[in-house]
């Protein structure tokens, strides 16, 4: 079994003693533009939101190879995407002001509309219960939609980004700007707000909740990975040592976060590459 390291991480003056929750795994070779958030499409491939290339970038989760593209170069400066129970795709288009739908077809993802507008969309979310949510982080709103009728908003979150459900059904958000993350009620009603020093967040981007609800959460300006615990708001480990840099538990810049199983996928944003680690089970 392969061992993984400790890091001391000095935070408010203090040292703490942070495990990784995870052991390096593969890196995909450098192929991508800035890449963003990351989700998994119906037919098991990674989805990648890669914001310079202006596209969806589609990766095999095994050998982390690109095999195929969505929408190449038509998407401007894209954050986010978000598969619905029905296999759409709602993806957040940030220079557009935008959430593009797409629907799979016989030849892969096929545009369906556009909808808008959305100041600086930086996240978007298909629900479970059928409706989408989407960060307008031009105007601080995160918005409760019904195709194109509007049915909440929740306010005060300039900067935010992702949006991502929890098993229950509620919604957290990585607040980045005042470096929390904030839960939801389906129906906007805000629940709980994870932040303090002991997190040492200094923006949180985008994020996945794994089966047990424990967010997994890139801190993209401290350059790490977080796993917390929403019900006891313990941190329960760290991937990263706060330092950008290149290689097994370090990033430069990390944004996006997907889980499947007992693998986790990273966008290592500023190094143009997608990282897996695994948790190794007895």
């Known amino acids: 079994m392969r061992l993984a390291f400790v890091f001391w991480l000095f935070w408010a003056g203090g040292a703490v003693a942070q495990a990784p929750f995870a052991t390096f795994d593969s890196a995909s070779e450098p192929v991508l533009s800035d890449p963003h958030d990351l989700a998994f499409g119906p037919d098991g491939q990674l989805y990648i939101a890669d914001k310079f290339g202006h596209r969806i970038a589609i990766m095999d989760p095994d050998t982390l190879e690109v095999t195929g593209v969505v929408a ?23 220079g557009a002001n935008a959430v593009a739908v797409f629907g799979m077809g016989e030849n892969g993802l096929e545009f369906l ?35 194109r009728d509007l049915q909440g ?25 005042q470096q929390r993350l904030v839960r939801f009620s389906p129906d ?34 401290a350059h790490r990975i977080l796993l917390i615990d929403p019900v006891s708001e313990e941190l329960v480990g760290v991937l ?19 889980i499947r199983g007992n693998a986790y996928y990273f966008s290592d944003s500023d190094n143009n590459r997608i990282v897996k680690y695994v948790v190794l089970l007895n």
């Open 188 to 221: 906007l009603e805000q629940l709980q707000v994870i932040q303090g020093a002991k997190y040492g967040f200094r923006g949180p981007r985008y994020m996945d909740i794994d089966p047990a609800g424990r967010l997994v959460v890139a801190d993209q300006d």
């Open 240 to 258: 990263g040592d706060g330092q950008p840099g290149k290689g097994p538990y370090k990033f430069d810049d990390p944004e996006g976060v997907a």
């Open 113 to 147: 509309e556009a909808m808008q507008p959305f100041p600086r969309t930086e996240g978007v979310l298909a629900h479970s219960n059928g409706r989408y949510y989407v960060m307008s982080s031009g105007t601080g709103e995160l918005l409760k939609m019904q195709l």
């Open 153 to 177: 908003v929740a306010t005060g979150m300039p900067g935010a980004h992702d949006v991502a459900e929890a098993p229950d059904g509620s919604i957290w958000v990585a607040d980045n700007m």
């Open 72 to 94: 190449d170069g038509q998407l401007p400066g894209v954050h986010d995407i978000s598969f619905d129970a029905q296999g759409r795709a709602f993806v957040a288009v940030t």
